[in-house]
T-cell receptor
């Protein structure tokens, strides 16, 4: 079983602050995805990374895939209340079945 | 609608009862996944269909759980003799292609099951 550990589990910050959340594993993944989930909704894909060392930017969000393809980070610049949600990473080792981490619950206060 | 549709959105049942949860995926998506999410946890894989067949059912917790997708579109998750520990949100997702290496999973809003 491929386990993904996400940290921190909870994060409560003020609007305008920067933050980084992490997704770590001892397993190598062929691809890794980040999803955001709001209460009462299903997860929604933010980004997919496939190449070791890859960096992708989505407006104020920056995603990085580790060189060894075992870990990833998500950095949010100048967080806004609309960024509030559960951030999930999901890794695929080639089995076609994404394995999800426990998530980081982010609250951004106005 | 164009998204993944799950019914019912909420289901309250008594211990020992049988329940069915339905998932209507995005038209044309061949891959369909069922996950279960408990409070404070990430989605936990249950079963994956490619077309009509269950390609991987290794996540089903025991033989009380069963899922079908007879025509390669709508899927039904069936739970027999429900237990309180089955209470969770059951998420369905579909994908145009198998998810390896870039395929996006499109999730429904989930079916919240409460077993009293």
């Amino acid at each position: 079983t491929q386990l993904l550990e996400q940290s921190p589990q909870f994060l409560s910050i003020q609007e305008g602050e920067n933050l980084t959340v992490y997704c770590n594993s001892s397993s190598v993944f062929s691809s890794l995805q980040w999803y955001r989930q709001e209460p009462g909704e299903g997860p929604v894909l933010l980004v997919t990374v496939v190449t070791g060392g890859e960096v992708k930017k989505l407006k104020r969000l920056t995603f990085q895939f580790g060189d060894a393809r075992k870990d990833s980070s998500l950095h949010i610049t100048a967080a806004q209340p609309g960024d509030t949600g559960l951030y999930l990473c999901a890794g695929d080792g080639g089995s076609y079945i994404p394995t999800f981490g426990r998530g980081t619950s982010l609250i951004v206060h106005p | 609608g164009a998204g993944v549709s799950q019914t019912p959105s909420n289901k309250v049942t008594e211990k020992g009862k049988y329940v069915e949860l339905r998932c209507d995926p995005i038209s044309g998506h061949t891959a369909l996944y069922w996950y279960r999410q408990s409070l404070g946890q990430g989605p936990e894989f249950l079963i994956y269909f490619q077309g009509t067949g269950a390609a991987d059912d290794s996540g089903l917790p025991n033989d009380r759980f069963f899922a079908v997708r007879p025509e390669g579109s709508v899927s039904t998750l069936k739970i027999q003799r429900t237990e309180r520990g089955d209470s969770a949100v059951y998420l369905c997702a579909s994908s145009l292609t198998p998810s390896a290496n870039t395929g996006e999973l499109f999730f429904g809003e989930g079916s919240r099951l409460t077993v009293l």
